[in-house]
């Protein structure tokens, strides 16, 4: 069985102190296994810290995940925002690396009026030079655009699978909840979360799905898609149907939990997770 972690995006409510190093216990006290750093609004954390970071997380064996900021359009008319929307993914990719982060995602671009295909070329041009100035660092981190939660954003299944194809060190942050909230309600059944795993396995390896970065939560949508996270308990996010299929495909990796109730739904999922795999 491949070694699926379940954790917080961010530090858990429940943490007596406010930094990342005392989040990192406090999910270790908790039993969870991961957590992502959230630096979805700047990036503070300097180098000593992200070093001390590193070593509590390797001290508690808590892995580590990076959310880039969520101002970034790589299809911004602005060539200065596009540049900017480089730097901040560059940025979150350094500091993740030094906290011994494995996987930084983000959400890449905005379709406006363009051609999605048009999008997706600009997309896929600027993830190539980030990639390529990544490597001649030699920063090793996954860089993984996040499927998005409005028909706005660029981010579907098949878009964020081909970046994986077409570019290497390029891999999906599958959203499940983003998939329910973009469909209106689709995405929401153990044959719907297999067909996204298989497209994954299919085109990407069994290797992708061993070692997925993946994201979840309960989510209120409309027909313009996301509006807000929600406890799981408290939305329609069918998320022991999730769990069973990513045992069925014996997924590994990180499973971060982004609900309102943190490190409480984060534990559901865990105890859910446990109970179906006792069932095997």
């Not at 180098?47 to 299809?75: C, F, Q, R, S, W």
């Not at 060190?169 to 209106?184: E, I, K, M």
Request: include cysteine; proline fraction near 4%; charged fraction near 25%.
């Amino acid at each position: 069985m491949s070694k699926l972690r379940i954790g917080t995006a961010g530090i858990p409510a429940s943490t007596s102190l406010r930094s990342s190093q005392a989040g990192i216990q406090r999910l270790a006290e908790l039993g969870l296994g991961c957590m992502e750093l959230e630096f979805v609004r700047s990036i503070q954390m300097k180098e000593p810290t992200a070093l001390d970071v590193k070593k509590v997380a390797e001290g508690t064996d808590i892995e580590l995940t990076v959310h880039a900021p969520y101002y970034v359009n790589l299809n911004s008319k602005e060539p200065e925002k596009v540049t900017a929307s480089k730097e901040r993914i560059l940025k979150a990719a350094r500091i993740g690396r030094v906290a011994g982060a494995n996987s930084v995602t983000f959400h890449a671009s905005f379709y406006h009026d363009d051609d999605h295909n048009i999008v997706y070329e600009r997309t896929k041009k600027q993830l190539i030079e980030i990639r390529t100035i990544l490597n001649d660092e030699g920063n090793t981190i996954d860089l993984r655009p996040e499927t998005t939660g409005s028909p706005t954003q660029f981010g579907t299944v098949s878009e964020i699978v081909q970046l994986g194809v077409e570019i290497p060190g390029v891999y999906p942050c599958v959203d499940f909840s983003h998939l329910h909230a973009r469909s209106n309600g689709a995405f929401n059944t153990y044959e719907e979360f297999c067909q996204v795993l298989t497209q994954i396995q299919e085109n990407l390896g069994k290797s992708a799905i061993q070692r997925l970065h993946m994201h979840v939560s309960g989510i209120d949508y409309g027909v313009k898609g996301e509006k807000k996270h929600l406890p799981l308990q408290e939305s329609d996010m069918a998320y022991e149907a999730l769990l069973q299929a990513l045992i069925d495909f014996n997924v590994g990796g990180w499973l971060i939990c982004e609900s309102p109730e943190l490190e409480n739904d984060a534990l559901l999922l865990q105890r859910a997770y446990q109970r179906l795999l006792e069932k095997e």
